[in-house]
């Protein structure tokens, strides 16, 4: 996880919620969001309020 990009986690992440993918591998790459400080995308905000 740390040799991914900060860009591409972000690009990742979000395509993730897109596609719906296991919550468990969503919360794997929200994590490795906030400890490299980045700020989430607002996807995140839609994928908790559904």
Do not use: C, H, Q, W
């Not at 395509?15 to 969503?26: G, M």
């Amino acid at each position: 996880m740390e040799n991914l990009v900060d860009e591409l986690l972000l690009t990742s992440y979000d395509k993730a919620i897109k596609l719906n993918l296991e919550r468990e591998f969503i919360l794997i790459l929200e994590k490795e969001i906030k400890r490299r400080g980045l700020p989430l995308p607002s996807t995140l905000i839609k994928y908790y309020m559904e």
